[in-house]
DNA sequence: TTTGAAGTTGCATTATCGGGCAACTTATTT
DNA sequence: AAATAAGTTGCCCGATAATGCAACTTCAAA
């Protein structure tokens, strides 16, 4: 992750999240994580949608959906199936989902 | 992708893929690479596995689940939940899975 | 050929997703 | 301050994922 530090009394987020959480390998880090990969998944689709300029209600008009719908997966209340997030995804952004495993 | 050509009368996978079901942009080639993808992700899980040296009944277990299910997200009879595919990697696979959006 | 390991598939049950809707809250515009 | 736009949340219901199990098929070893 890039470092957004331009001032020498402000952190990047790297940094930050070591201070909070500990340490990678720490529980306490591992605890943070998981969260945190759900709050990333959600953020990456609100980023998207900001991107392309739209609402929420664009969007779900876009995917076949509705607004309140989006709103969930936006802020990680809804557990999404793939299919859907691909659906989200082609349907609504033109885009493409790209997933890997990495072990 | 890489090409796996290496014979002269063989065909890369793109090129099969071309002559088989038409090229990128083609309605025949949406239908089929919508299934792709599907094919791809229990591809992608079982080559993780074979490559961890896990029988499904292994991965089965360390993941918390039964092998009936692993055979049933490889071969995709399921369309799983971001959630379970995080827990299959991380717990059975002390992996990571990695999710970008293209746009 | 027989046995055992590994993988597949069907079915029942439980939990939860997704669609839909509307009431609500927050943000923005007038 | 009021009106409008955008976003959030709860609930119902039908559809489907996840769990569990066992019977089955395929593969590998003896």
Redesign the pocket.
Known sequence: MSKMTNDKNLKSLDEFIDEQYGKRGTKKREIFEEGYEEFKLGFLIRQARLEKGM???ELAEKV??????I??V??N?????IS?LQKIIKKGFDGELELAIRI
Chains 1, 2 share one sequence.
Do not use: A
């Open positions: 609402t929420q209600e076949g959906t509705n607004k309140g719908y709103s969930k936006e802020n209340i809804k557990d999404v199936r859907t």
